[in-house]
């Protein structure tokens, strides 16, 4: 049996990732959700994708709130935390490399 290809694991990825966001709050305090505001959510995540410009990779694109910039250190940990639980329950993701892109939510 060969392993998944990469779009199949791309899905895979997006639904685990967004389950585990949801799990975990996006990392917000329930008290500062605000549904009319998408930059409230502290970290939230928009999709996983093969890169197209290099090929075996997957881009996964995270988006993060008002509060954060790119070089806060507190979504470099959200990151990693989810990336390894990502790659603990499918380690086939661990056949591809991986881009990280943190982008602005627009609020």
Do not use: C
Not at 51 to 73: A, C, I, M, N, W
Not at 92 to 100: L, R
């Amino acid at each position: 049996m060969s392993p998944p290809g990469i779009h199949t694991v791309a899905s895979t990825a997006t639904s685990f990732i967004n389950d585990y966001l949801i799990k975990h709050g996006y990392f917000t305090p329930a008290e500062e959700v605000d549904a009319d505001k998408p930059g409230s959510l502290w970290f939230s995540f928009y999709r996983t994708m093969p890169d197209q410009t290099s090929p075996g990779t997957l881009v996964y694109t995270f988006v993060y709130g008002s509060k954060y910039s790119e070089r806060s250190p507190e979504l470099q940990k959200w990151v990693q935390q989810i990336m390894t639980a990502l790659k603990q329950a499918h380690p086939e993701v661990a056949q591809f490399k991986s881009t990280i892109e943190l982008d602005p939510a627009a609020d």
